[in-house]
């Protein structure tokens, strides 16, 4: 099973790696489609099944083909490769890999202040089904960000159907 | 072998994963000037942000709290993504690119 895990994480970065540095960007858009799968993997190995139910369906199903709709729609951009981004390449990667290490220490620092659960514990909390727990927790103690998040969604989808709107 | 599959289920793979995510997103950001490139970048972002939020959750606390957080996150990203796309295909209308270097109309 760990190594379906540690598939999956070289999968996700690899998959991420030719988002970042793929110059045609339709081929880096469907990357990012494999990326998320990848992710949706590790979100079941972490005991989120809901949540990886959810990336596929909103991630995979919803934004990325948006993206590709919005590329397709924009269609000069299959002949014009985006070879530009090769000329300043150092700044930007020296500052990248300044902030992810960064925050890979930092995260390792708390990681390391917080108690540890028990092997017991851990698969315990991998074995129960969440659907129910989440929607419990939504429409219980989180139920203002809930319904902040409800009208968040309403007014980006005017929004977005007024800015797209014909003259 | 061993040690590096521990390592990868362990909470620092997760770390490593979402670090590593992070930082190519800060990467495609930061060189890419086509705005739908862009919004790639963003998207790797958020869901680095949402990878941790989950490893915390599983190996720290033992709630479902940040699993909750990860969902706010990605509604928060599926709105952002069609507000963006919405802004990006005007421009396009507007300008006939969506070059990012472009968009300077409010810089004057």
């Known amino acids: 099973m760990d190594l379906v895990l540690l598939l999956a994480e070289i999968f996700t970065v690899a998959s991420a790696v030719i988002v970042a540095f793929h110059p045609n960007i339709l081929y880096a858009s469907v990357f990012l489609l494999f990326a998320f799968c990848g992710v949706a993997v590790m979100f079941l190995f972490a005991g989120a099944d809901f949540l990886a139910g959810a990336q596929i369906i909103i991630y995979v199903g919803g934004v990325t083909i948006l993206i590709l709709f919005a590329i397709m729609l924009t269609q000069w951009l299959y002949k014009i490769k985006l070879v530009d981004i090769r000329n300043k390449m150092l700044l930007p990667g020296v500052l990248a890999l300044g902030i992810g290490f960064f925050l890979y220490r930092a995260l390792h620092q708390m990681a390391l202040s917080l108690p540890k659960l028990t092997p017991e514990a851990l698969d315990k909390f991998t074995a129960t089904p969440k659907t129910a727990l989440m929607g419990q927790a939504l429409l219980g103690s989180y139920l203002l960000p809930f319904e902040a998040i409800t009208i968040l969604l309403l007014g980006a989808l005017v929004g977005a159907v007024w800015l797209a709107r014909p003259e | ?108």
Do not use: P, W
């Open chain 2, 1 to 108: 072998m061993n040690h590096l599959l521990s390592f990868s289920s362990s909470l620092q793979g997760y770390l490593a994963v979402g670090a590593i995510l992070f930082a190519l997103g800060i990467f495609c950001v930061l060189t890419r000037k086509n705005a739908i490139g862009i919004l790639l970048g963003i998207e790797l972002i958020l869901n680095a942000a949402g990878i941790n939020f989950v490893a915390f959750s599983k190996f720290r606390t033992g709630l479902i709290d940040g699993q909750i957080v990860a969902l706010f996150i990605m509604l928060i990203a599926a709105a952002e993504a069609a507000v963006a796309l919405a802004v990006i295909l005007r421009f396009y209308r507007l300008k006939q690119t969506i070059d990012a270097d472009e968009a300077s109309i409010l810089r004057n």
